[in-house]
């Protein structure tokens, strides 16, 4: 299958985004709890992370904690926060050395005072970092984000920075915690659900969707490929005709 795929810049996606869904399920079918699904899951970011820095995948961004998994047991959420920690320490050598910026999109003033701090250090030791722009969603939720920006937005008019007739995509972008990213041209979802479950709303406007029933412990480069090579079978029109595209082509 890797053959197949065309490992040129012009027919890959900028950015990929990931929900990687079936942690759980997948702990579950070999009767463990649900955080083990979480640890074996941290093998597969590692994989499709290397991958798309080897492939020149300019930003990947991965669902990790969405503003609704508050309302998991409390156990779990306690261990996921203490898995991304740990992960996060464990991590910081490859992610200097693999040139990889990390950038954190979501309320992450909200999370436990250890998870902030650790994510405040390790995305300050990467900021200066070149190479691909790996993107965290934590405490993330494509609503809350809107929500957030309007609120940031209606204040500026209160205060006569911003006139309302100004108010275009662009200055909404600008107010997005994705500001810094650029919109999702293909967007990932592992373990057999076809949603999008509040994620980027605003940033998957035209992105192309591709769903898995593998389970996300159980995605691999492979898989990836599989994927990819999906992409690059669609023709992305935005808007316009095919022979308009062809034409431009």
Same mark, same amino acid.
């Given at each position: 299958m890797s053959q197949n795929l065309k490992q040129?810049?012009?027919?890959?996606?900028?950015? $990929?985004?990931?929900?990687m869904d079936g942690n759980g399920r997948w702990a579950k079918k070999r009767g463990q709890k649900r955080i083990f699904g979480h640890h074996e899951g941290v093998k597969s970011v590692r994989q499709i992370v290397e991958k798309s820095v080897e492939l020149g995948i300019q930003y990947l961004s991965l669902y990790t904690f969405s503003t609704e998994n508050w309302n998991r047991p409390k156990?779990? $959420? &306690?261990?996921l926060m203490d898995l991304l920690v740990q992960t996060l320490n464990e991590q910081i050598a490859d992610l200097m050395q693999q040139n990889i910026r990390?950038?954190?999109i979501g309320n992450i003033e909200q999370l436990p005072i250890h998870t902030h701090q650790t994510l405040q250090d390790v995305l300050q030791k990467t900021a200066?970092?070149?190479g691909m722009t790996l993107s965290i969603?934590?405490?993330? #939720? #494509?609503? &809350? %984000?809107? $929500?957030?920006?309007?609120k940031k937005l209606a204040k500026k008019v209160k205060n006569n920075i911003i006139l309302p007739e100004n108010i275009d995509e662009n200055k909404i972008n600008l107010h997005l915690y994705s500001h810094n990213l650029p919109d999702v041209d293909f967007m990932i979802r592992t #373990? #057999? %659900?076809?949603?999008i479950s509040n994620f980027l709303l605003w940033k998957i406007a035209y992105a192309e969707l591709y769903f898995t029933d593998i389970l996300w412990p159980d995605f691999d480069k492979q898989h990836y490929y599989e994927a990819l090579a999906d992409y690059q079978?669609? %023709?992305r029109r935005f808007g316009k005709t095919s022979e308009q595209i062809n034409h431009e082509g």
């Amino acid at each position: 299958m890797s053959q197949n795929l065309k490992q040129n810049s012009r027919f890959l996606p900028r950015h $990929v985004a990931i929900i990687m869904d079936g942690n759980g399920r997948w702990a579950k079918k070999r009767g463990q709890k649900r955080i083990f699904g979480h640890h074996e899951g941290v093998k597969s970011v590692r994989q499709i992370v290397e991958k798309s820095v080897e492939l020149g995948i300019q930003y990947l961004s991965l669902y990790t904690f969405s503003t609704e998994n508050w309302n998991r047991p409390k156990e779990e $959420v &306690d261990a996921l926060m203490d898995l991304l920690v740990q992960t996060l320490n464990e991590q910081i050598a490859d992610l200097m050395q693999q040139n990889i910026r990390l950038n954190a999109i979501g309320n992450i003033e909200q999370l436990p005072i250890h998870t902030h701090q650790t994510l405040q250090d390790v995305l300050q030791k990467t900021a200066a970092n070149t190479g691909m722009t790996l993107s965290i969603a934590l405490n993330y #939720g #494509g609503r &809350d %984000e809107i $929500v957030q920006m309007t609120k940031k937005l209606a204040k500026k008019v209160k205060n006569n920075i911003i006139l309302p007739e100004n108010i275009d995509e662009n200055k909404i972008n600008l107010h997005l915690y994705s500001h810094n990213l650029p919109d999702v041209d293909f967007m990932i979802r592992t #373990g #057999g %659900e076809k949603r999008i479950s509040n994620f980027l709303l605003w940033k998957i406007a035209y992105a192309e969707l591709y769903f898995t029933d593998i389970l996300w412990p159980d995605f691999d480069k492979q898989h990836y490929y599989e994927a990819l090579a999906d992409y690059q079978k669609r %023709e992305r029109r935005f808007g316009k005709t095919s022979e308009q595209i062809n034409h431009e082509g």
